[in-house]
């Protein structure tokens, strides 16, 4: 039986689990300065893309898809649309393959450099991520079962 | 009869054609720092993954994990084997679809940032070029039908 599926704690310091896909823990970058899912395939040992089978690419692929209708609710509901969507598997400070999907605007502070390693966090506040949450899981599912 | 394929002229003031896959252009990267192939699908009027049907999603994906293997090849044949890929669909400067696939070293100088948007390209030169491209049909096809 294979080991069960945990994220590396390193996630925890700067995003929160909005729910489980049939394939990834969707987590939540907790940045108010852009709408920012991560996905992280639920299983062990996976560094890169080529690690996982055919079909589970497959899956992840249309995860990315479904998390950019994610992250583009979240730019609508903070009245600011999402522009471009930016999605990232790098995995050069955290090496369990996981992939960011980022929703950026022209006036968005950073524009048109990428997010990653630039900049501080504003976190949103206890309300704000929860209501950000519960609006990834109204879009797309319940919380992950404990 | 959809327009013929046309890759934005911007792409070709950093990049050169190396072959033509099922569905992407593969462009080589003129930055020897790091071993970099660029995919553009080649369908006109793309700007997000989303705007791919499912069928080619899952035949991006599938060029994305070759492009990975033959930055590999380059970084084998620089004597600088790839410890770490990065893969981004940013498209923030250039919006027509594209994928980066870069090959990543902890000893590269710009490890563990991002490559987009930092330090200036080193150019290969002629021949360092025309020979990179070669590795890259070798492994993956030939050059496109003109």
Redesign the interface.
């Known amino acids: 039986m294979p080991a069960p599926f945990k994220a590396d704690p390193a996630f925890d310091a700067g995003s929160v689990v909005a729910c489980d896909w049939p394939l990834c823990q969707v987590r939540l970058q907790d940045d108010a300065r852009f709408p920012w899912l991560i996905l992280i395939p639920r299983r062990d040992g996976l ?4 690690d996982l089978a ?1 079909g589970e ?2 899956a ?3 995860e ?2 479904r998390a ?2 994610a992250v583009r609710v979240l730019g609508e509901a903070a009245g600011r649309p999402v522009q ?10 955290t ?1 369990q393959l996981h992939v960011h999907v980022v929703g ?1 605007r022209h006036d968005d502070g950073l ?4 997010v ?2 630039r900049g501080a966090a504003r976190a949103y506040g206890a309300n704000g991520l929860q209501a950000a949450v519960s609006r990834i899981r109204l879009k797309t599912g319940p919380a992950p079962a404990k």
């Open positions: 560094h890169e893309l080529e055919a690419r497959t992840l692929m249309e990315i898809v950019g209708e471009k969507l930016n999605v990232g598997a790098l995995g050069n400070v090496a950026r524009w048109p450099d990428p990653w390693g």
